[in-house]
Structures are given as structure tokens and as C-alpha cells.
């Protein structure tokens, strides 16, 4: 087994992380790049050159390589200007110069690229490409890349698929580990371009990002909590099962993850055995909160990358941090986390979903009771909790669908009017 570990340049995790012989790679980025990446600059800290320079060295004393991430959903046009191209090969020159051992990227143009210009540098092709299918994964391995990193959302749960496409291609394939996403989400192409937008200096918000997608999968999971059973995480007793369709390379996100936390989710997966609350390894996390101890200046930073007026209303803004807050967790114990999944209380649960011909194994997720009754027997979700954020997840929605956060009222026309900031005169 092989791992990727999301890395947010924090202090001292590099060294930790060389401890684990399993981790063959971490992988990161300097938020708000020429290119961008999956990630909104404003979740991540502000790294110089010289930090990436040193992450570079410090990865390779510890016996890792280091993979750099050019994994935009798009260029948004770059590519088709001279400025455009000439920041792409400035930026790629850099890796080189940084001794970067490879890049992530989600775009074949890209792809093209760097195997032409930079035979060397070892490309994987991310999931924001969205390999859902032997004849992509072939594709993709045809214009030479190195290895692949297979949609979770399509494939994690798909044991059938997941043969085929190893089956389809000789390149390295690898598997998001830890994911929370739901599966066959309508959600996943339009999020990972809001995430790649914000990612990239030269976007016109510069940063910010009101991000709907995540209040959808919000709602999704507080409403039902058989979603939470339901989503595409690999649990680390049931990584063998992923080993015999022949997938040895898995990925452990995210970089947003505070150090001790990752930390934790590494030794679980590096020793195939996890006693506890499976959110903990598996939750949507964030340094957000004062009581994880996040530097003063990171949140003032995030702050003012996000308090935008004359973009969005800032009580929107802050509705939305409220709700970030109450529903990204930081305290994983059984006694104070209001989403418990009992880990142990699992086993056997992927087993017999591979084994068996339930309905989810043809797309028609729901017809049974198989993933409801292990959520009766694994998960606790405080129903006062729920109703509580479920509410606020659906205050936020009604002000993405109506236009209230932006300002926009209904005229009697039905018609959406701008707000007039102009004199009662006028």
C-alpha cells in the first residue's frame, strides 16, 4: 500500500509524516497560482516560494516525493492567450527549477503540455477529470499519463466498475481513501469549478467563494442519515478488498485538515485498523474554529477574503460561517460529537455490499434496506442537532435560489430587480 497525504505546509508535519513508511508522497500547492488548483485560496495558508522550496527538500529527506497540484477543473480561456501560455511554462519551469518529482493536473491540454516540455516531471491525472470510465481512463493514459486518480464518486462503490478500469490500463491507478462526498452527486462538476475559480489569483472575485455545493451535501446527509453510510469512504480495515482488484496507491485528504487530525487519519490507514468515531477520519474539515487553536492571522486573513458587500450581503456571509461552524466538526468523542459512526460497529458492512446483489450495485441506491440498517446499528445523530442545522441549511438555500443574499428583490412583475443604492430622491 501506497499513500498521497494532503499537505498545508504546517510546521513539522513533513518530519512526522517520513515516519510512516507507507507514505510515498505528499501533495500541495501555493494557493492562488497562475494555473490553480481544487482547493479556494482563502481555506488554505498564505506559502512563498521559499516555503514551497523547503517543503520540496524537507519531503525528499524524509524519503517522499513531492506532487504539486495544477488540478483546476479548467483554464477559463489562459491557454488560449499569449500571457496565458507564457504563465503556464513560467510556472512549470519553477517546479522543475524546485525539483517538484510531479504534478497533478485535470486538463489534457495541460497533460500535452508537460509531456512535451518537461519529459521528466511524473504527471497523475486528478479527480476533478472525472475517470468514470475505461475508455477516459485509456484516453488518458494514451496522452501519456503516469497515473490516475479514479473518481471516488463513481467508483468507490462500484466494485465492478473499479475491475474494469484496472483492467482497462497498466498506468498507476489510485483511490480517495477517506472522501465523505455521496455518491452520483449532481453537485460534483459544478464544486469542483467553484473551487478551482477561487483557487487562482487572476480570478475576478479574487478569492472569495460562496460555496452552495457544500450546503447541498449538507442537507443531503443532516436530512437522512443514512448518508452518512452511504457515502464513498473506504474504511482502513476494508482497504484489502480494494488490494485484490489490484489498487495499491490510495489518497488521504485534505490539505484544509488541522496537522493532528491528519496526523491521526494516517496512522489509521497506515495501520489498517481505526477504534472510534469514523467521521473523524471521513468528516468535510476546516481550521475555522477558535478552539483549534488557529492562528490569529489566518483568520482575520480568511476574514477579509471573504467579507465582500458588494458582492454578497454580509449577513449572508456570515450565515454561512455560522453554519460551516455548526456542521464541520472538531470534536470527534462519543460524548460531545453530534455525528457518531461507530467505525467497528461496520465490519463486514463493505463485505457484504461487495458480495451481494443489492440494488445499489446496479444504481438504484435507496430500493433496499441494507445501508438503513447498518446505519441504525453504527451512527448517532442528535435529532435536535439536525433539525437545528437542517434549518439553517435551508434558510441558506432559499437566499442562493431567491437572490436574497445578493441583494435581489421580487418586483411585482415576477421579474428579479437590483437593489437601487441610490437617494429616495432618485
Known sequence: M??????????????????????????????????????????????????LLRAVSAAHVGGMAFNYLLNAASLYGMEQ???????????????????????????????????????????????FAVIDS???????????????????????RD???????????????????????????????????????SSTKKHRLKGFCFDYCFVQCSRERLSDPTRYIRSIWIRPEDLEIYEDLGYRHFKIVERSCPPELLLKRVAAYCNRTFDGNLWELTAPVAWIKNEQRVPKMALARMVALMLRPWLIKTSAMFDMKKFAETVIPHDFSRERSEVYIDNRALDGFLKGLKSSAFLCRTNRCGDCSYCRSWT???????????????????????????????????????????????????
Open 2 to 51: 501506497n499513500l498521497s497525504v494532503a499537505y498545508g505546509f504546517q510546521s513539522g508535519v513533513l518530519e512526522k509524516l517520513a515516519r510512516f513508511p507507507q507514505v510515498k508522497e505528499v501533495y500541495g500547492c501555493i494557493p492562488g497560482g497562475a494555473i490553480g488548483s481544487g482547493r479556494s485560496a482563502y481555506t488554505l495558508p498564505r506559502v512563498s516560494r521559499a516555503a
Open 81 to 127: 492567450t499569449r500571457t496565458g501560455e507564457r504563465a503556464i511554462r513560467r510556472t512549470l519551469d519553477d517546479l522543475v527549477d524546485f525539483k517538484v518529482d510531479a504534478v497533478t493536473v485535470a486538463v489534457p491540454l495541460l497533460l500535452r503540455i508537460i509531456k512535451r516540455h518537461y519529459p521528466k516531471l511524473r504527471v497523475r491525472v486528478g479527480a
Open 134 to 156: 475505461p475508455t477516459k481512463a485509456k484516453a488518458w493514459e494514451n496522452l501519456g499519463a503516469d497515473a490516475l486518480c479514479i473518481s471516488a464518486i463513481a467508483a468507490n
Open 159 to 197: 466494485f465492478d466498475l473499479l475491475y474494469a478500469l484496472r483492467s482497462s490500463v497498466s498506468c498507476d491507478l489510485e483511490l480517495i481513501a477517506n472522501a465523505s462526498c455521496l455518491p452520483g452527486c449532481i453537485w460534483e462538476q459544478t464544486h469542483m469549478h467553484v473551487l478551482s475559480q
Open 376 to 426: 441504525e446499528k453504527a451512527v448517532v445523530a442528535g435529532k435536535s442537532w439536525r433539525e437545528a442545522a437542517l434549518a439553517s441549511a435551508e434558510r441558506l438555500d432559499e437566499g442562493i435560489v431567491s437572490g436574497a443574499h445578493w441583494g435581489l428583490q421580487r418586483g411585482r412583475s415576477g421579474e428579479h430587480q437590483r437593489r437601487v443604492m441610490a437617494p429616495k430622491s432618485e
